[in-house]
């Protein structure tokens, strides 16, 4: 299983960007999924997780009231609405099926290697 991730570029302190996560070889809906980033220097960390039929979101603190995970059943894919964006929010982001969203979903990371990510960079 695998996913393409896009929609990132370099945006301004308090703009917006919209990211994608593309399923290939399978339906997203199918799966919980998580977005995870990675800053420079930094060790890879959950953002927001989404269950299989979208009932079930989780976000992590830094992100809660400004990130929005969506499910888009009709595209295939998983999106992140990111809004109110911050230099913190710097990084590679990624997304992957987990096992579940809930208590401690960012361990619960299906095997396989990662796709390729999308940078956001967040700059004035």
């Known amino acids: 299983f695998q996913f393409v991730e896009s929609g990132g570029g370099l945006v301004q302190p308090g703009g917006s960007l919209r990211l994608s996560c593309t399923a290939s070889?399978?339906?997203?809906?199918?799966?919980?999924v998580g977005w995870f980033r990675q800053a420079p220097g930094k060790e890879r960390e959950g953002v927001s997780c989404?269950?299989?039929?979208?009932?079930?979101?989780e976000y992590a603190e830094s992100v809660k009231g400004r990130f929005t995970v969506s499910k888009d059943s009709a595209n295939n894919t998983v999106n992140l609405q990111m809004s109110s964006l911050k230099l913190d929010d710097t990084g590679i982001y990624y997304c992957?099926?987990?096992?579940?969203?809930?208590?401690?979903?960012?361990?619960?990371?299906?095997?396989?290697?990662w796709g390729q990510g999308t940078q956001v960079t967040v700059s004035s």
């Open positions: 989404i269950s299989s039929r979208g009932g079930v979101l």
């Open positions: 992957k099926t987990v096992a579940r969203c809930g208590m401690r979903w960012t361990e619960m990371v299906d095997p396989g290697p």
């Open positions: 070889g399978f339906r997203s809906d199918w799966y919980a």
